[in-house]
């Protein structure tokens, strides 16, 4: 349709956004190239008319105040104010009723420099951020420790922040670190600053095969771990899953990315062979 009032020829371009959900409404214009502007308002009417003003939409723009009291804009900006729906619970449905237009007025064009008729859109659900070993691991306060320790190693960090990654992780609690430590007498940090050793350690906590814990048998087997073929023994008990005898499963089965890993909470660090 043809907007109404009638075309003028100016650079000044810009758009006007009106956005809703259940608790508030929020109205933004952004102006490009704006001269002297002065008001901007929602007017109701459709395309092809003039209408009044339904509520203003616009800035505060510095300056001093004309004759007739008006502060005016110019330049490139943006404006928005938010208010409680519940305030002006009437328009949304003026805004999808195809009536509601807004008007940006300047000293050259008080009726209108720029227009625009408002056009629903849907704005899409945002997709879902894809879990990694890290993200999961990060809502256990019990694995800090570990979470320090994968992010000194560059090479674990950019497993553990990556979706696609497919591993068995054997994570040992904060407390399971401690004790180590002390039996070691390793300080935390010299085994973060020794990264060899630290990713000799991670890294035999990392099985190839993503392996559920109902999948570990009454029998003893060997799961290859990410450390150079070595690998632990893994067999469930009446206690419980257990690595290596002494590694109780305490918290199983933690899904990474609708399983593509696969995280068991254990109470004890296990050291690799060449380690011990």
């Not at 339904?54 to 943006?78: E, I, N, Q, W």
């Not at 449905?93 to 008729?117: D, K, L, W």
């Not at 290859?224 to 499963?249: H, P, R, S, W, Y």
Request: aromatic share 8%; glycine share 6%.
């Amino acid at each position: 349709k043809k907007q109404q009032p009638t075309g003028v020829t100016t650079k000044t371009w810009g758009w006007a956004i009106v956005e809703w959900n259940d608790e508030n409404i929020k109205l933004s214009v952004e102006y490009y190239d704006l001269v002297d502007g002065f008001a901007t308002h929602i007017h109701n009417c459709t395309a092809d008319c003039n209408g009044p003003v339904v509520l203003p939409m616009g800035f505060s723009p510095p300056g001093l105040p004309d004759s007739a009291g008006r502060m005016y804009a110019s330049g490139t900006m943006k404006t928005y104010y938010t208010v409680p729906r519940e305030n002006f619970a009437w328009l949304p449905e003026f805004i999808m009723s195809g009536r509601a237009y807004c008007n940006v007025h300047t000293a050259m064009y008080p009726a209108g420099e720029i227009r625009g008729q408002f056009n629903m859109v849907s704005m899409p659900e945002p997709e879902p951020e894809e879990e990694t070993i890290a993200s999961v691991a990060g809502q256990y306060p019990e694995l800090t420790t570990l979470l320090a320790a994968i992010a000194a190693v560059p090479d674990l960090l950019a497993g553990a922040t990556n979706p696609d990654t497919s591993v068995t992780v054997l994570a040992p609690t904060n407390a399971a670190f401690e004790a180590a430590l002390e039996a070691l007498d390793i300080p935390i940090e010299d085994l973060i600053s020794d990264t060899e050793l630290l990713s000799a350690v991670l890294s035999y906590h990392l099985l190839r095969d993503v392996i559920p814990a109902a999948g570990v048998p009454m029998t003893p087997v060997n799961a290859e771990t990410l450390l150079d073929g070595a690998t632990v023994k893994a067999q469930t008990t009446d206690m419980g899953v257990m690595f290596n005898d002494v590694a109780m499963v305490t918290d199983a089965d933690i899904m990474v990315n609708g399983g593509t890993s696969i995280i068991h909470i254990i109470d004890t660090v296990l050291l690799p062979p060449s380690k011990k």
